[in-house]
């Protein structure tokens, strides 16, 4: 097991940790630990490992070595040295290293029984292979499984909230005057208090005319609103995405591999043709939902609420296959934004190309595409 000091690094993620990235059960347990749902449906069920900081971490070269078969991208379990103080930095190690389960196993310690050893174990391999935390996802993937830890887990970062504050409440200042028979001076501010209280209390008081107009209620209105609210999550996602997905598809083209025969150059070149096609689709699957999510949501704000009732009412269905699809694209454009910074030319040697080119193609058959876009040029 590997210490870090983690000082600034921990203590940032609660203000700049997003919810893709960070699962934050640090968190979880300070703001439910002492709740009834929390100790009865707990996401594992070692207590220590229920208070760590489960991250999407990008391997660093010197880690490579740490793994049987090369890897990107690894979830990595930091274990606070103080849950409540972030600051004080922690111990890490990441899921699927060698000796992976001798490693969890000392760390946390304190099982009760191999039953109980296993059941975390598997958690930890299913959040693993997830290619990302986001919430929706997370839970739509885990009730397949048949696993339903309590609802806590499943928040955004606050630091997502803040960013998309501006942007939910401008997304249902439609709604002020349907739901809530407003408008004038007070419909901006209006809006962004409705906003605030849907992504963050979802029971508040405040939203009943909201309640009223789709006609939930009780388990319904909850479920309905956290679909609403995964609904809100893409959308502002692939708003904030789109331009450095546009960014991102010239420069993985231009790829400079070094040190190859020119029959490695040639797969290699289709590799990456293969490789921006499928996440071309994936990002036009993306959208087609979202879509639908539009249709549905301007019926409501026309006067129709059945409509968007019943899209929520099925919207969970839908998790699954957009969030791997979100997932799966923001992963291959963060390695290698972390891989190449800045401006440079994208220059691997083949061993690496091949074996990073190779990972990004199993993490991308995981997904269902639609037809594939026209053939992409590259530089090879």
Same mark, same amino acid.
């Given at each position: 097991m590997r210490t870090t000091d983690g000082r600034r690094d921990l203590s940032l993620l609660r203000l700049s940790g997003s919810t893709a990235r960070v699962l934050n059960l640090a968190l979880a347990f300070e703001r439910f630990g002492h709740t009834e749902e929390f100790h009865a449906k707990p996401l594992f069920k070692n207590k220590r490992l229920n208070q760590t900081l489960i991250l999407k971490h990008v391997v660093r070269p010197h880690e490579r070595d740490l793994f049987q078969r090369p890897v990107s991208c690894a979830t990595k379990i930091i274990l606070p040295y103080a849950a409540s103080d972030l600051g004080l930095g922690?111990?890490?190690?990441?899921?699927?290293?060698?000796?992976?389960?001798?490693?969890?196993?000392?760390?946390?310690?304190?099982?009760?029984?191999?039953?109980?050893?296993?059941?975390?174990?598997?958690?930890?391999?299913?959040?693993?292979?997830?290619?990302?935390?986001?919430?929706?996802? #997370? =839970? $739509?993937? !885990? /009730?397949?499984? *048949?696993? &339903?830890?309590?609802?806590?887990? @499943?928040?955004?970062?606050?630091?997502?909230?803040?960013?998309?504050?501006?942007?939910?409440?401008?997304?249902?200042?439609?709604?002020?005057?349907?739901?809530?028979?407003?408008?004038?001076?007070?419909?901006?501010?209006?809006?962004?208090?409705?906003?605030?209280?849907?992504?963050?209390?979802?029971?508040?008081?405040?939203?009943?005319? #909201? =309640? $009223?107009? !789709? /006609?939930?209620? *009780?388990? &319904?209105?909850?479920?309905?609103? @956290?679909?609403w609210k995964g609904f809100l999550y893409y959308k502002w996602l692939m708003g904030e995405f789109k331009p450095q997905l546009a960014e991102f598809k010239p420069r993985f083209a231009g790829l400079r591999v070094t040190q190859c025969t020119s029959q490695e150059r040639q797969d290699m070149a289709e590799s990456r043709r293969k490789i921006l096609r499928q996440m071309t689709a994936a990002a036009n699957q993306v959208d087609a939902t979202l879509l639908e999510y539009g249709t549905a949501f301007a019926a409501l704000t026309a006067g129709q609420p059945s409509a968007f009732r019943n899209f929520l009412l099925k919207a969970p269905s839908m998790f699954i296959p957009i969030g791997e699809a979100v997932g799966v694209i923001r992963h291959i454009d963060s390695f290698w934004r972390f891989r190449f910074p800045g401006p440079v030319t994208p220059l691997m040697e083949a061993d690496e190309a091949m074996e990073v080119l190779n990972e990004f193609e199993m993490t991308l058959a995981g997904v269902e595409f639609a037809a594939l876009e026209a053939p992409v040029k590259l530089a090879i």
């Open positions: 922690g111990t890490s190690f990441l899921v699927g290293e060698r000796n992976f389960e001798r490693i969890l196993k000392d760390a946390v310690g304190g099982y009760k029984s191999d039953a109980d050893f296993h059941s975390d174990l598997e958690m930890l391999r299913v959040l693993n292979q997830l290619p990302s935390f986001d919430p929706f996802l #997370l =839970r $739509e993937r !885990l /009730r397949t499984l *048949g696993m &339903e830890p309590a609802r806590c887990y @499943f928040d955004l970062a606050e630091a997502d909230v803040g960013r998309m504050r501006l942007f939910v409440g401008k997304e249902i200042a439609q709604l002020i005057s349907l739901a809530f028979a407003t408008g004038g001076f007070d419909a901006g501010d209006l809006s962004q208090r409705m906003a605030e209280k849907l992504m963050t209390d979802e029971t508040a008081k405040t939203l009943d005319p #909201l =309640r $009223e107009t !789709l /006609r939930l209620s *009780g388990p &319904e209105y909850i479920e309905g609103v @956290f679909a």
